[in-house]
């Protein structure tokens, strides 16, 4: 039996909740998205910080869910710079109080369905934060629109070191980074519907195909051929 993901859209605007089922043995790599999630993974809630190179959980076979937050959007609501989690999952209650985060493991174990109590969770918290910030997200969306980091700093209204350090609080890395992952995102997305390689690549922003190679070796550790074969 193969592996079975997934997504559906969230009531929390900016987010998706994904399900992921694995046979037993077998792992995934996570590729990095810009995104940070809420996972529920071996009975744990854990957050997973934005990545910079492919993660392979440790945990093999079962079924995993989690809430995905767009980029610059799960700061405010977790209520830790994204900096501090980058490449790294750590355990929910090393964030929130330690008798809430058991409230809430034993509300996700006894649930009929983890991702909707999970994405339940995170609405709850959102109303009593602060949202994130309307900046960022819209230097996000530039950024993943293709838009250069030069551009998107003068659209924002920020210097280049002004934009680099909201940057690391809100996204983890600085735009340059984003920019980068968000555009491998993209090149993937055009070869899952079918773009050959090459076009692919130009679509998505690289300069041919061997960039776009050399992009998906740094980032994601492996090769689009080789990734697609197991995805």
């Given amino acids: 039996m193969g592996h079975s993901y997934e997504e559906r859209a969230s009531r929390l605007e900016g987010a998706l909740l994904w399900t992921l089922t694995l046979p037993p043995g077998a792992s995934r790599p996570v590729l990095p998205d810009g995104c940070m999630d809420l996972l529920w993974i071996g009975g744990r809630l854990l957050v997973a910080g934005p990545d910079t190179r492919a993660q392979t959980p440790a945990a ?3 079924t995993f869910a989690g809430v995905r937050f767009a980029p610059g959007t799960a700061p405010a609501l977790l209520g830790v710079p994204a900096h501090e989690l980058r ?3 750590v355990a929910l209650d090393a964030l929130w109080p330690g008798a809430r985060v058991r409230e809430l493991t034993e509300r996700v174990a006894s649930a009929a369905d983890p991702a909707t109590t ?14 994130p910030d309307p900046l960022m997200r819209s230097v996000a969306a530039r950024l993943d629109a293709g838009r250069s980091v030069a551009d998107t700093a003068r659209l924002a209204g920020l210097g280049a070191r002004q934009l680099h350090r909201r940057s690391l609080e809100a996204f983890g890395y600085g735009p340059k980074t984003l920019a980068r992952v968000l555009r491998l995102q993209r090149a993937l997305a055009l070869v899952r519907a079918g773009t050959p390689y090459a076009h ?9 195909q061997a960039h776009l190679a050399r992009e998906m070796r ?3 550790g492996t090769t689009l051929t080789a990734y697609l074969d197991g995805a």
Avoid: K, Q, Y
């Fill in 200 to 208: 692919a690549a130009v679509a998505a922003g690289c300069a041919d």
């Fill in 87 to 89: 490449d790294r999952r």
């Fill in 118 to 131: 999970l994405e339940d969770i995170a609405l709850h918290r959102a109303a009593r934060t602060a949202p």
């Fill in 60 to 62: 093999t076979g079962g």
């Fill in 218 to 220: 740094a980032l994601a």
